[in-house]
């Protein structure tokens, strides 16, 4: 059967190559997608609920190595092999000679995503103690590099502004996992005035998907040499450059658990780097998720992170979102997955403990509002949190 090479991939000859050579592969040997592509021309986009739906059949029998944090309770599974974990470890170490080397550095993360790491610690300790670490590790071991979340960088910025921190050590701030915003880089840029910033678009199905040009910053270049990328128009067309579409990710060298043209659910628009340097395509855009922070009754900022896990990990909750309207007034909205019955779970009030465990008293006014869709911002980005209250 003639296999249709999607639009974007016609005109570059090493992604067509290597498209065709993992369907073809698929077709042959993976049992799931011998059926999901039996009559196909063209190869059909698959979306995160299909994949999840038939994970167990794309897994085919490996083991689990990843999942993913993704917006709904479930989650996806993903096993990568070691030589695929290399590739995607050689584009750390090229990235890191981008930016002029490895330095000695402190990671804020997630640690159930992470792996292991002797620089690696968990996102969840207070942001005092995260402060306390980033010194201690600057002064014992001339760690001057920091790595965390967006999210977790502008709370960790406010409370050293207000505090009065000095972080002017900080030479290189990474920041991942999240869209990194402009009003976050106001107070980023400020708190860590000597620090260059990275930023990369990875997830856990396919590691580093673009890098942060080193000489024009605003531009990510693409793992084209990993990933075939297609940014796509709701008729599933590629868009043009300077106009947003979905993000379609097909991984070439993933034989054991295949993404083909897999949905990863977020935007970004394609365009074309200026810096003349790197010869991969670049976005000139990507809007992924963003988590925010919200505050405590005490006036200190916390970072929204855990109370978005554990709302995000109920069962039948698809998508989420925590206002903070007032000080002391929160709503938690609430998209169920279909055929959900949030009285049988008793949603409401998990919900509601979820968010008194985090904030460790319960303010004076909260709610659940169970909503149809919660919709996108107004830049076409997700927000997990939002903080109203003025301080
Ligand atoms: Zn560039």
Known sequence: MNLKIPATFEQRPYAAK???????????????????????????IMDRQTFMAHNDEILNGHEV?????????????????????????????MFARWLGGYLPVTILVNPSSSGEGQSNFDIRMPLDEQLQLIQRRYRELGAV????YPGNAEILARTILEQGWDMSHIQRLGLYGESYEEHQAVYIRQAFPA???????????????????????????LMAHRLGVEILDE????????????????????????????????????????????????????????????????????????VLMAIRDLPGVRRYQVVQEALESFVIKIECEDGVDADALNLKARALLALQDFLAYAPDEMRVDFVEEIPCGENGKYQYSICQVKK
């Open 145 to 148: 590099a920091l790595t965390t």
């Open 18 to 44: 290597h498209f065709a050579a993992i369907v073809s592969h698929v077709r042959d040997y993976h049992p799931f997608y011998r059926r999901w592509l039996a009559d196909a021309g063209e190869v059909p």
């Open 195 to 221: 620090a260059k910033i990275w930023t990369t678009y990875s997830s856990m199905e396919f590691g580093y998907i673009s890098l942060m040009c080193p000489h024009q910053p605003s531009f990510q270049h």
């Open 65 to 93: 190595t990843c999942t993913t944090s993704g917006s709904s309770g479930h989650k996806v599974r993903v096993h990568q092999s070691a030589e695929r974990v290399s590739l995607h470890q050689k584009d750390g170490a």
């Open 235 to 306: 008729n599933d067309q590629p868009c043009p450059d300077g106009v947003r579409g979905r993000v379609v990710i097909t991984d070439y060298f993933n034989r054991r658990c295949p993404f083909i043209r897999y949905d990863i659910g977020d935007f970004a628009v394609r365009g074309d780097c200026p810096c003349g340097k790197i010869a991969l395509p670049a976005l000139s855009q990507v809007q992924g998720r963003v988590m925010g922070s919200l505050i405590h009754r005490s006036g200190e900022y916390l970072n929204a992170f855990r």
